[in-house]
C-alpha cells in the first residue's frame, strides 16, 4: 500500500511538472493561512516563474515537507525567499529557489476575480489574525456563516 507522504509528493511533482511544461497550473486552495485575501476554495493561477522573477508582497507557490504551500513574499535572504501568510505569526522557514513551483498571476472566487495585492483592511485583519487565535476563530467562524465553506474539523492544505 502506497503511504500517504508517497501520495502527497507525487501530487507535488506532478503539480511542479505541469507548471513547468506548460507554463500555468490552477490550484484550490484548501487552508486559512491566507486569509483574509485568499480563502478555502479559491482558484489560483500559478505561473512557472523564475525566483529572480519574484517581488517582496507576491503570492508565490512552494514545496514544504511533502505539501504545497501558498503564501505571500516578504523578502529575499541570503538566496532563499522568506515568506509567511498573511494570518499565520510566524515566518516560514525560508525556502530554497529549488522547492519554488511559481507565483500566483491570478485567483478568482465563486468565479470573480480575486484582488491578489491586500486592501488597507485586509492588511489590518491579517495583522490582528497574526496576534490572536481568539480573532481568528472569531473571524473564521463570522465569515463562514456568508461564505459557502465551513471551518469546523481540521482544515488541511495550504
Known amino acids: 500500500m502506497i503511504s500517504e507522504a508517497h501520495l502527497q509528493s507525487a501530487c507535488c511533482d506532478l503539480v511542479a511538472d505541469v507548471a513547468r511544461l506548460s507554463g500555468k497550473v490552477q490550484l484550490k486552495v484548501a487552508g486559512t493561512s491566507m486569509v483574509p485575501a485568499l480563502w478555502p476554495g479559491?482558484?489560483?493561477?500559478v505561473r512557472n516563474c523564475q525566483p529572480s522573477e519574484?517581488?517582496?508582497?507576491?503570492?508565490?507557490?512552494?514545496?514544504?515537507?511533502?505539501?504545497?504551500?501558498?503564501?505571500?513574499?516578504?523578502?529575499r535572504e541570503a538566496g532563499r525567499i522568506v515568506?509567511?501568510?498573511?494570518?499565520?505569526?510566524?515566518?516560514?522557514?525560508?525556502?530554497?529557489?529549488d522547492q519554488i513551483i511559481g507565483c500566483v498571476e491570478a485567483a478568482t472566487r465563486?468565479?470573480?476575480?480575486?484582488?491578489?495585492?491586500p486592501w488597507p483592511w485586509q492588511t489590518s485583519v491579517a495583522w490582528l489574525l497574526r496576534?490572536?487565535?481568539?480573532?481568528?476563530?472569531?473571524?473564521?467562524?463570522?465569515?463562514?456563516?456568508f461564505r459557502r465553506f465551513s471551518v469546523a474539523g481540521p482544515v488541511l492544505g495550504l
Not at 85 to 96: F, S
Not at 110 to 117: A, E, K, S, Y
Not at 132 to 144: E, P, Q
Open 110 to 117: 465563486n468565479g470573480r476575480p480575486v484582488r491578489l495585492r
Open 131 to 145: 496576534r490572536s487565535a481568539w480573532a481568528t476563530s472569531f473571524y473564521l467562524r463570522l465569515i463562514s456563516r
Open 54 to 75: 519574484l517581488a517582496p508582497d507576491s503570492i508565490v507557490v512552494f514545496r514544504q515537507n511533502q505539501r504545497l504551500v501558498v503564501h505571500r513574499m516578504l523578502r
Open 83 to 97: 515568506t509567511r501568510g498573511d494570518a499565520r505569526p510566524c515566518l516560514d522557514p525560508p525556502v530554497p529557489a
Open 42 to 45: 479559491d482558484l489560483v493561477t
